[in-house]
């Protein structure tokens, strides 16, 4: 995992997931699932997050997965996310969660997040792993507790000033 420098995200983060509710969702192993199944449709609500870029403002909208069947498909099963989206897991908790690459067809960037919206570690660049078995598939995890999850497209967080 790189670790850069600690940065802070402005407490929109925080405020914005404060109004989401559900239960934690951790991915639980599962026979693996060609990328080519059907999946069932799940949607997101959105909301704008803000940081500070070299002492200027900076802001960008997002998606928000904060219930369990939202956590557990996240970006999956997408062929791309436009160059400045992203998608926000609210943990509703400070904890060390694990992530996976499961249907993820292109690389990532995530930023963990503390409860006071400070950025605690980024993992960088996180590659896909198509076709590779659930039990076979990477998990990540942040070295400290954390309340969210930015994910981003690769290289996004360095060249926003994320981190």
């Known amino acids: 995992m790189i670790a850069p420098p600690r940065a802070a995200l402005i407490a929109a983060i925080v405020l914005a997931c404060a109004a989401c509710s559900s239960s934690n969702s951790t991915p639980s192993p599962t026979p693996a699932e060609p990328d080519e199944t059907p999946q069932p449709t799940v949607t997101f609500g959105t909301t ?37 989206a992203g998608m926000l897991f609210d943990l509703h908790e400070t904890r ?15 930023v963990w997040i503390g409860e006071d919206g400070r950025v605690a570690e980024v993992t960088a660049n996180i590659p896909p792993q198509p076709g590779a078995a659930d039990v076979d598939l990477a998990r990540i995890s ?18 926003l000033g994320i981190g």
């Open 48 to 84: 704008s997050i803000a940081w500070t870029r070299g002492g200027a403002p900076a802001s960008m909208q997002v998606e928000v997965a904060s219930s369990a069947a939202q956590s557990e498909r996240g970006l999956g099963y997408r062929d791309a996310l436009p160059e400045d």
């Open 96 to 110: 060390i969660p694990v992530f996976w690459m499961k249907g993820m067809r292109f690389p990532l960037d995530m």
């Open 142 to 159: 942040p070295a400290a507790p954390v309340r969210y999850v930015l994910e981003l497209n690769a290289g996004a967080a360095g060249r």
